[in-house]
């Protein structure tokens, strides 16, 4: 997929808060290694090393169109790299993930990855929007599987799968518990969007959702695709401006007792 950094950032303002939601669980230490995984442009990274002083921080991306944006903020402790989140190395202090986490498959044993590179003491951070059962999202799954179906093959790429990658908020806490995690913290929560119209949700979606349905589709094809599905919006949401209500969940776990099972 090639992702479109002055896309994503046509919601910068909406996208941030959820980052300051989860930054404020964070535990406040100096001197720490960490991680973040998907930092994208970097800009929430630098914000998360200056919260945490003399620490050394990295951020990982496999994007090198948002990793080009995010180089602006290297400093002394704060460095970005090329890598993917399933690939991670070394131990951290903090594991910090936002928006990130919901691209990769099979969270279960990804968490359990994850957890092994995080210090004992440590904190696992992490946003992941969980809006998969709005209409914005469902409507994409359905033309993928219904009208367009012949352009989405049924394989390991088909954007379709990931819409059931995400767990329920009380099987992340579970998952955390049984790796050792206490001070759990798991919530989800809704971030009031009001947007100009329902085009509006569609620009929103081509940043994020979008980007993997249409990275398979040719131009006139992804053209087509996006045009159905603008329509479709404006016929469910004719109000102006809309009300666009998007879920995230936000997790936070400090790595404590020894691994258990449940």
Partial sequence: MSWNPDQYD??????????????????????????DLGCG???HTKRLADLLPGSNVLGIDNSPEMLAQSMQYERHGLTYGLASIEEIEGDYDVIFSNAALHWCENHEQLFKK????????GQFLVQMPYNNDHYT?????QLATVEFAEYFPQNDNNPTNRLGWMLPPEKYAEILYSLGGVELNVMVKVYPHVL??????????KGTLLVPYLSQLSPEIGTQFLDTYRELLRIRYPE???????????????????????
């Fill in 10 to 35: 046509k919601f910068k303002y909406e996208r941030t808060a959820p980052v300051l939601d989860v930054l404020s669980m964070l535990r406040i230490r100096p001197n720490v290694e960490v991680i």
């Fill in 41 to 43: 442009t970097g800009e």
């Fill in 114 to 121: 994850l957890w092994e590179h995080l210090l004992p003491g």
């Fill in 137 to 141: 999202h469902q409507l994409a799954y």
């Fill in 196 to 205: 100009e119209n329902s085009d509006a949700m569609v620009e929103w979606t």
């Fill in 240 to 262: 102006c401006p809309v009300f666009y209500g998007f879920k995230r969940v936000l997790l936070s776990a400090v790595k404590g007792r020894k691994h258990q099972k449940i």
